[in-house]
Nanobody
Framework: QVQLVESGGGLVQPGGSLRLSCAASGTFFGIDVMGWYRQAPGKQRELVAALTSGGRTTYADSVKGRFTILRVNAKNLYLQMDSLKPEDTAVYYC?????????WGQGTQVTVSS
């Protein structure tokens, strides 16, 4: 089992920055991928950024050049978000994948508004 806890969300003005944190506990053996998803009201959950165990990084086109996924160690994952836009407003979820099993955090709200 893996438990994930996100933090760092909040209200920020357009053009501002936030850093989301994901602290993991439990068993990390066999984790294939770690990353961040988001879900805006009335929309499906979508991939924001992901990092595979082999070191490959994937970003959604909408955040390329503005967001950076950072892995400090097996327990701590971050999402640095710069040049935030109102359309980045969503609940952001931390994710770990092990084979066909997905682990999710409870989510943290990010609101970009003036």
């Amino acid at each position: 089992q893996v438990q994930l806890v996100e933090s760092g969300g909040g209200l920020v003005q357009p053009g501002g920055s936030l850093r989301l944190s994901c602290a993991a506990s439990g068993t990390f053996f066999g984790i294939d991928v770690m990353g961040w998803y988001r879900q805006a009201p009335g929309k499906q959950r979508e991939l924001v950024a992901a990092l595979t165990s082999g070191g490959r990084t994937t970003y959604a086109d909408s955040v390329k050049g503005r967001f950076t996924i950072l892995r400090v160690n097996a327990k701590n994952l971050y999402l640095q978000m710069d040049s935030l836009k109102p359309e980045d407003t969503a609940v952001y979820y931390c994710h770990r994948g092990r084979g066909s099993t997905d682990y999710w955090g409870q989510g943290t709200q990010v609101t970009v508004s003036s």
